[in-house]
């Protein structure tokens, strides 16, 4: 029997609700997936704001630190504040963790007099080939001496779009060997090498390295790169042994006799601690409502000077970044 016309329009309106309402609950899905992006990307915005002024906190915190001295010593041989040759200070704070580390301008080689027998042996150390070594070298040598006449590297500046001129005078921030003829972005900053597990193992830059504010002096054990070891000389069996003593706490006194032996001749270049300028480095992790810490970082760093007989306030401030990238850490430790 034919169906009737109201029984047809009854089977077309509900056909239609059920359309509409598979169209509603896409809606609904699309709307409650793009609001639980939104949320998440806000708690991390939330997160990471945090963890940014937590850095920039334990900053002015380790600067304290530094001004106030060493303070009582603890039984493990530690000081409630800070003394010159510990490498890292752990903080917490209500609102998360951060770890500062402590790093003399004179663990790296001057960038305007090192010698162009240690810029090679460091260059090789971070893995160029001799070749190119020798190129770089010679740039850096190129870009802070004087030069009477065009050189060849003069010629290849002015040639580049946007051309310029190499100033041929001391470099006065470690930056501008970015536009040096040779070095590259990864080259500066440091970048990662693939080990045979797969794993990735962070290696240093030349910015990790070299300094336009070091003394050109001995360089401190506790924080200085193993690239810079080798390029002052050091055997590869003492910069091995050098990072296990590291990994154990910072280096002290009654260890540099063992540690002497190890270096030979080379040992004369390295000590504990630096002078008055310091690279303060933090790293920071804002805390969860479960007392975890959330995986977003944030890092800060400022180098300053600490005297107290030349400064009213004692001490300087010539660089500070509270937006900085949170890089790689010197010390495979994370406060807990």
Request: proline fraction near 6%; charge should be neutral.
């Amino acid at each position: 029997m034919p169906t009737s016309r109201p029984e047809r329009q009854t089977g077309g309106a509900l056909l239609a609700v059920l359309w509409l309402s598979v169209g509603l609950a896409a809606i609904a899905f699309s709307v409650a997936a793009m609001v639980r992006g939104e949320v998440g990307r806000a708690g991390n915005a939330v997160e990471g704001l945090k963890a940014r002024y937590l850095a920039a906190g334990a900053l002015d915190r380790a600067l304290n630190y530094m001004l106030y001295g060493p303070g009582q010593e603890m039984p493990n041989g530690m000081v409630q504040y800070w003394r010159p040759g510990i490498p890292l200070l752990l903080m917490q704070f209500p609102e998360g963790d951060a770890a500062v580390e402590m790093i003399p301008e004179s663990s790296r080689l001057n960038v305007n007099t090192a010698e162009p027998g240690d810029l090679n042996r460091l260059l090789l150390a971070m893995g160029l080939p001799p070749m190119m070594a020798q190129t770089v070298t010679a740039g850096i040598l190129d870009w802070r001496g004087s030069a009477g006449t065009s050189t060849e590297f003069d010629r290849f500046y002015l040639a580049m779009l946007p051309s310029f001129r190499a100033p041929h005078a001391s470099i006065e921030q470690i930056e501008d060997l970015l536009s040096v003829r040779g070095i590259t972005p990864e080259l500066f900053h440091g970048s990662y090498q693939r080990m045979p597990d797969g794993t990735l193992v962070p290696r240093a830059g030349l910015k990790d390295c070299l300094s336009v504010y070091s003394s050109g002096g001995a360089l401190d054990l506790n924080t200085v790169e193993p690239e810079t070891m080798l390029a002052a000389g050091a055997p590869a069996a003492a910069v091995q042994m050098t990072l296990s003593l590291r990994r154990m706490g910072p280096i002290r006194e009654p260890q540099l006799g063992l540690l002497g032996t190890a270096f030979g001749a080379s040992f004369g270049r390295f000590r504990i601690g630096g002078d008055s300028i310091y690279t303060l480095r933090a790293t920071a992790r804002a805390r969860l409502q479960d007392g975890s810490l959330a995986e977003t970082r944030r890092g800060a760093t400022m180098t300053v000077i600490v005297n107290q007989k030349i400064y009213e306030e004692g001490f300087s401030i010539l660089r500070r970044n509270d937006d900085a990238v949170a890089e790689r850490m010197l010390f495979d430790v994370w406060p807990r």
